[in-house]
C-alpha cells in the first residue's frame, strides 16, 4: 500500500502532460481552480480524483 509510483497509472499521466506543457503544479492548479494540494496529490497517487477533477485536468492537460 502506499503512493502508487509516479510513472505508473494516472498519477504518472499528470505528471507527463503537465511537464510536457512546461507547467508548474501550482499553474495547473490556477488554471484549473483545483487546489495546489489536489493537484499534488493527484500526481502522487494520495487522491483519486473524482469525475469533476478529472474533466478539469483534462481541460487543460489534454486527454489523460
Known sequence: P???PERDGL???VRVARLRLGLTQEQVAAR???D???VRNVETGRHR???RTSRQLNGILGQL
Open 36 to 38: 495546489p494540494r489536489t
Open 2 to 4: 502506499g503512493l502508487v
Open 11 to 13: 498519477p504518472g499521466r
Open 49 to 51: 480524483p473524482s469525475r
Open 32 to 34: 484549473t481552480g483545483l
